[in-house]
Nanobody, 124 residues
Framework: QVQLVESGGGLVQAGGSLRLSCAASGRTFGIYTMGWFRQAPGKEREFGAAISGSGGRTVYADSVKGRFTISRDNAKNTVYLQMTSLKPEDTAVYYC?????????????????WGQGTQVTVSS
């Protein structure tokens, strides 16, 4: 069982930056692929970024590539999402998720554990 708690969301102006954190419970954090998804009002939840258990491999959605960076600190059981050059269309609730066996990291179905989400609002 993994429990995930996101933090770091807030209100930021377009062009600004935010860093989201996701703290995980448990002593086996390093075996999970971790992902960040987001859901804007009236839209489906979409993939943002994912990172392998060791941190050696990352995957990004085209919409965030070059602006967002996912990283993890397994000693702290925490995954991060550094967001830069934020745009109003990045406004959404951001969720972190953990996957033990999923092979398609961009699919919600690969993830068995989800946090409650943190709101990010980008003003124009």
């Amino acid at each position: 069982q993994v429990q995930l708690v996101e933090s770091g969301g807030g209100l930021v102006q377009a062009g600004g930056s935010l860093r989201l954190s996701c703290a995980a419970s448990g002593r086996t954090f390093g075996i999970y692929t971790m992902g960040w998804f987001r859901q804007a009002p009236g839209k489906e939840r979409e993939f943002g970024a994912a990172i392998s258990g060791s941190g050696g491999r990352t995957v990004y959605a085209d919409s965030v590539k070059g602006r967002f960076t996912i990283s993890r600190d397994n000693a702290k059981n925490t995954v991060y999402l550094q967001m830069t050059s934020l745009k109003p269309e990045d406004t959404a609730v951001y969720y972190c998720a953990a996957s033990r066996y999923g092979s398609r990291w961009d699919y919600m179905s690969a993830y068995g554990y989800w946090g409650q989400g943190t709101q990010v609002t980008v003003s124009s």
